[in-house]
T-cell receptor, first 115, second 113 residues
């Protein structure tokens, strides 16, 4: 596609349920990032992929969070046993360059609301 | 997380004035610096990047970097109402953190017509 695509755009779930958020990066972009943005806050780094591997998972807030990337393309962020504090916009970004050396292209985000 | 600090604002300037946005960072080894603009309800988009000390100009935008003071700024000349947005400073810390970009909380700018 022309840009980074994320789905769902909005997700409302009940506390304790699991959710999956999907990111389809720009074709050919090897680097993929997940960030979280709470209301009025900056972007909180979650995880970085280079190809299918995740050299840096240091930002994942707890073991309830996991992410994978397959085929060097689509990535899925999974949150198990959601909590109210997980409510945020989850942003995915891709880059043609490895690491934080170049421009990140962001998707429109997945807004998660945990009731 | 590496610390990137910004004044959250809001910063209000009249149309045609110069808007000055500031950012400080904690990791002295940081390598590269980015300014992103985020309109309300939208995702961030890159405005400028700077790697070397000094000024870098692109149209109405000038990025300034002072590594000794661990300070990076963005100047917007002839501010327009369409510049009203949140401006996010992002830093690549280099070293073991070179894969990441760490973002500040952003400064909300309002340009008053």
């Amino acid at each position: 596609g022309a840009g980074v695509s994320q789905s769902p755009s909005n997700k409302v779930t009940e506390k304790g349920k699991d959710v999956e958020l999907r990111c389809d990066p720009i074709s050919g972009h090897t680097a993929l990032y997940w960030y979280r943005q709470s209301l009025g806050q900056g972007l909180e780094f979650l995880i970085y992929f280079q190809g299918n591997s995740a050299p840096d998972k240091s930002g994942l807030p707890s073991d309830r969070f996991s992410a994978e990337r397959t085929g060097g393309s689509v990535s899925t962020l999974t949150i198990q046993r959601t909590q109210q504090e997980d409510s945020a916009v989850y942003l995915c970004a891709s880059s043609p360059l490895p690491g934080g050396t170049g421009e990140l292209f962001f998707g429109e985000g997945s807004r998660l609301t945990v009731l | 997380q590496k610390e990137v600090e910004q004044n959250s604002g809001p910063l209000s300037v009249p149309e045609g004035a110069i808007a000055s946005l500031n950012c400080t960072y904690s990791d002295r080894g940081s390598q590269s610096f980015f300014w992103y603009r985020q309109y309300s309800g939208k995702s961030p988009e890159l405005i400028m990047f700077i790697y070397s000390n000094g000024d870098k100009e692109d149209g109405r935008f000038t990025a300034q970097l002072n590594k000794a003071s661990q300070y990076v700024s963005l100047l917007i000349r002839d501010s327009q109402p369409s510049d009203s947005a949140t401006y996010l400073c992002a830093v690549n810390p280099g070293g073991t953190g070179a894969n990441n970009l760490f973002f500040g909380t952003g400064t909300r700018l309002t340009v008053i017509p």
